[in-house]
């Protein structure tokens, strides 16, 4: 079992920046994949930025350029860095990982982000 704990939802400007992390309650060096996704009012829930065991990262395009995901395995964190936040990345965002052995699909309760114009 995995507990996830998200932090770092704020209102921010339009061109603004935050920094989101996602606190494990266990090793997540043992985790295959972290990620974070996003849901706006009326919006299927999307993936933002995944990062592998490996490190590789994928972003959503809309992200790309904007968004950095890291993980410190020491921390058992993993942070998402957004930059130049636009009114369209309001959203709850939340974080998740993924076990292959034992299988497990776990989230966190999720973050409110809010971008002002």
């Known amino acids: 079992q995995v507990e996830l704990v998200e932090s770092g939802g704020d209102m921010v400007q339009a061109g603004g920046c935050l920094r989101l992390?996602?606190?494990?309650?266990?090793?997540?060096?043992?985790?295959?994949?972290m990620g974070w996704y996003r849901q706006a009012p009326g919006k299927q829930r999307e993936l933002v930025a995944a990062i592998r065991k490996s490190g590789s990262t994928n972003y959503a395009d809309s992200v790309k350029g904007r968004f950095t995901i890291s993980r410190d395995n020491a921390k058992n964190t993993v942070y998402l860095q957004m930059n130049s936040l636009e009114p369209e990345d309001t959203a709850v965002y939340y974080c998740n990982a993924v076990m292959y052995y034992p299988p497990g699909d776990y989230w966190g309760q999720g973050t409110q982000v809010t971008v002002s114009s």
């Open positions: 992390s996602c606190a494990s309650s266990g090793s997540i060096a043992r985790i295959n994949v």
